[in-house]
Nanobody, 131 residues
Framework: QVRLVESGGGLVQTGGSLRLSCEQS????????????LGWFRQAPGKEREFVAG????????TYEDSEKGRFTISRDNAKNTVYLQMLSLRPEDTAVYYC????????????????????WGQGTQVTVSS
């Protein structure tokens, strides 16, 4: 059973930084997280879940939601089955529960910004940015 576990959330002041981690486990024999693209999504109270950042199987292709460009960086270490989200210059509007997710990747450069493409989800980690 595939399992994603996020960590690294917390309370920070405006302008602060956090680094989220998501460790994947439970891939069956012959399968690993390297065959998946990974994404970060977030959901604020009363709002729909939204895409934050995505990264391809090899890590060579990345994409970000416009408001995160230049502030957030997604990366992955396939040897550790872990994906990271470095967040800088945090703003109160970044406050949300952050989720990582994995989607089967048909090729090495594939990534998706659509939550419906993702098969596996973590339980989420809370990020709160105070003003």
């Amino acid at each position: 059973q595939v399992r994603l576990v996020e960590s690294g959330g917390g309370l920070v002041q405006t302008g602060g930084s956090l680094r989220l981690s998501c460790e994947q486990s439970g891939f069956t024999s012959g399968q690993s997280s390297s065959g998946y693209c990974l994404g970060w999504f977030r959901q604020a109270p009363g709002k729909e879940r939204e895409f934050v950042a995505g990264i391809s199987w090899t890590g060579g292709s990345k994409t970000y939601e416009d408001s995160e460009k230049g502030r957030f960086t997604i990366s992955r270490d396939n040897a550790k089955n872990t994906v990271y989200l470095q967040m800088l210059s945090l703003r109160p509007e970044d406050t949300a529960v952050y989720y990582c997710a994995a989607a089967p990747a048909p090729n090495r450069s594939y990534f998706s910004i659509d939550s419906r493409d993702y098969d596996y989800w973590g339980q989420g980690t809370q990020v709160t940015v105070s003003s």
